[in-house]
């Protein structure tokens, strides 16, 4: 069988290496060279969709073993037609539906919400065209980005159901150790070996937000260590992706675009540059980098500063007022913008100013990005007044305990390109081989180094969470200072992690999370024991 792999390396050979567009963004100017360009878009053109919440369906019969407390969902995998923009014809996209709500839009993916501790079962049917043409597979994995599941719920990139097929997967948001605070704003996708950048560019992405004791998600109720931060509908997830479509509306993947996948016209919540109405109090924003190769820098075009509490892994211990947050693909961040002493009638752009023209990553280095630009992606309307129950605490957590003894074990991880492809430790993914074999409970010292050659490289691991130690030899900065679960390795970066594999004993992944480098084999495993 030939695989995508081989046809890609095949790719290679005819041209692909000296094929280097240079990318233009949307309502930029400075078009120079890409081969399909998006029609141009009016920015702000329709309003900010909101995913609709999963919702709970009655007990059904499983072969899974279900814990007392169960909550039940049901999720259909469909193709449908969906409006990016009013002057966009629909897109067909492939997205995750409550199969009890249908709606016009399941791209991003329905929003589950859970509270850490309660045990969920949640059926997803591949109703995906088994016949399909174009980019894309139909064959699923469903991973749980951030979650700390079994191997079998994990999204394993083999692990797949094919159209006409069900799988049930069992998250449950199971107690880490003492560091383990919120982990609130995971997210949902497909994972499907060779194909994961397809299968999202396509639309395979949602939302997973998650409460607890701490975190409540209601600013009425403080929680355990008294936090009232905004709740919904002022806690609000976006996820922001960049896409390139065609002039019938239909979404352009470059095939032969092996270094990451750029798109011209930015996304968010599936809308392209949307408007947002808020009112004037606090909002808890919670943004994904869900794009397949682009990092971002965000900030706000009338230089407001994002009150940082959060990051894919948890809370900072102090929030944090930030100008600029440098977010790299699939990382999360959480913060606070308060709107309350805005006049009513003022529109707040959040922007990219992030530089970046190739899937090789942005202009600049980790430490000086190339701020260069302002790419608008939303706009908050400011609204009149509203209550506001919610409070910026001046302390999210106490910081984490010391741990009684030494790492029991390093490893070192050097992430390089190769051969057109990417390797880790010279080595392309297989999934027959372990290439660590981590004791759960053990605390190990894990080192990422990007290999060079001017790559970026966003580093994901599975399972659990960790937390960053140094980078390149020196304390992280405070913004890393919180448990995380994917890092940005700039070029040349070298960062020291503190590993704790928890709970779960089994074949895992970890990899770079620029998704076509992913499928070009820069992926491991790893076998908790
Ligand atoms: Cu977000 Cu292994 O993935
Ligand atoms: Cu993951
Ligand atoms: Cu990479």
Known sequence: MTTRR?????GLLVGGASF????????????????????????????????????????????????????????RIRERQQQFHPDLPPTTVWGY???????????????FVGKQGTPRMVRFHNELPADHRGFGVPNMAVHRHGGNQESQDDGFPLDIFHPGESRDFSWTDHREDERDITQGTL???????DFTAQNVYHGLAGFYIRYNDVDTGDENQPGTTGLR???????????????????????FYDLNQHDGMLGDTFTVNGAAQPFFRVQRRKYRFRVLNGSNARIYSLALSNGM?????????????????????????????EFILDFTNVPTGTQIVLENRLRQDDGRGPSGDFANPDLGVRIPLVRFDVGGPAPDNSVIPTRLRDPFPPDPFPPVNRRRFEFVRSNGAWQINDKFFNADRVDANPRVDDIELWTFKNGGGGWWHPIHVHLSSFEILRRNGAPPPPWERAMKET????PGDEVDMRMKFQNF??????????????DLAMMGRFDSI
């Open 6 to 10: 081989d046809f890609l390396r095949a």
């Open 487 to 490: 890092v940005l390795l700039g």
């Open 20 to 75: 280097m567009p240079r990318w233009a963004f949307a309502n930029d100017g400075g078009f120079s060279g890409q081969l399909v360009r998006s029609p141009f878009l009016r920015p702000f053109a329709m309003a900010l969709p909101i995913p609709p919440v999963v919702q709970p369906v009655p007990p059904f019969a499983t072969r899974r073993d279900v814990l007392p407390g169960t909550v039940f969902h049901e999720i």
């Open 97 to 111: 539906e409550d199969a009890n709500q249908p709606q016009a839009r399941n791209s991003p993916g329905h929003t």
């Open 305 to 333: 500063p994002m009150v940082q509490i959060g990051t894919e892994g948890g809370f900072l211990e102090f929030p944090l007022p930030r100008q600029d947050i440098l977010i790299g693909v699939a990382e999360r961040v």
């Open 229 to 251: 931060l905004p709740s919904p509908p002022f806690d609000v997830a976006i996820v922001l992706q960049d896409r390139v479509f065609n002039a019938d509306g239909s979404l």
């Open 505 to 518: 004993r089994g074949r895992y992944v970890f990899h770079c999370h620029n998704v076509e480098h992913e």
């Open 187 to 193: 997210w949902y996708h497909d994972h499907l070996v």
